[in-house]
């Protein structure tokens, strides 16, 4: 069993719909919850952190975290062409320093 | 303000080989990390070091070393290069821990023939 598993997609939806992504982790020891964007041949960057259950919001993105379920999603609402990527899931484990990531979401919105 | 610079950008290597990838930070971060990317694996955790003068292994360490030169560069190594090593490598750094936001540099993409 993958530590961090997701969906590999691809997601398509279309403009304007809201994206949903998932994510599962296995360590029930994990502290923090990372989703991180990377376009085709670029660097991973951070779209949202999350340390605590529930619900963090920031513009057209919205973390969710549920520990007891160990899960952890993203939704994009008013999905933009430019929000096409892979979207990685990422979780820190207990110590601090090891960080385990999915293999990785690929999102397509149809303009 | 750079962030995180990595060289070089792509490499070819015959098996055996041996070559070194530089990474330097320029945000006074005192953790830094390598990563390899493979199709299908997402990123994985090679070597890290918490602070300057501290190296540990992550996830996939065999074939490859590190030196944390100063506070601003982490170099990674590879000895004897081998066809498994074909990748695309991350150099990564955060401020205290990987519970930080990491901030990821360009990549190099590595041929190893």
């Known amino acids: 069993q993958k530590e961090v598993e997701q969906n590999s997609g691809p997601l398509s939806v279309p403009e304007g719909a809201i994206a949903s992504l998932n994510c599962t982790y296995s360590?029930?020891?994990?502290?923090?919850f990372f989703w991180y964007r990377q376009y085709s041949g670029k660097s991973p960057e951070l779209i949202m952190s999350?340390?605590?259950?529930g619900d963090k919001e920031d513009g057209r993105f919205t973390a969710q975290l549920n520990k007891a379920s160990q899960y952890v999603s993203l939704l994009i609402r008013d999905s933009q062409p430019s929000d096409s990527a892979t979207y990685l899931c990422?979780?820190?484990?207990?110590?601090?320093?090891?960080?385990?990531f999915g293999a990785g979401t690929r999102l397509f919105v149809k303009a | 303000n750079a962030g995180v610079t990595q060289t070089p950008k792509f490499q070819v290597l015959k098996t055996g080989q041996s070559m070194t990838l530089q990474c330097a930070q320029d945000?006074?971060?005192?953790?830094m990390y390598w990563y390899r990317q493979d199709p299908g694996m997402g990123l994985r955790l090679i070597y890290y070091?918490?602070?300057?003068?501290?190296?540990d292994k992550g996830e996939v360490p065999n074939g490859y070393n590190v030196s944390r030169l100063n506070k601003r560069e982490f170099s990674l190594r590879l000895e004897s290069a081998a066809p498994s090593q074909t990748s695309v490598y991350f150099c990564?750094?955060?401020?205290?821990?990987?519970?930080?936001?990491?901030?990821f540099g360009p990549g190099t993409r590595l041929t190893v023939l």
């Open positions: 999350i340390y605590s259950n």
């Open positions: 945000m006074n971060h005192n953790s």
């Open positions: 990422a979780v820190t484990h207990t110590g601090g320093f090891k960080t385990i």
């Open positions: 070091s918490a602070s300057e003068g501290t190296t």
């Open positions: 360590d029930r020891g994990s502290q923090s």
């Open positions: 990564a750094s955060s401020e205290s821990s990987a519970t930080d936001t990491q901030y």
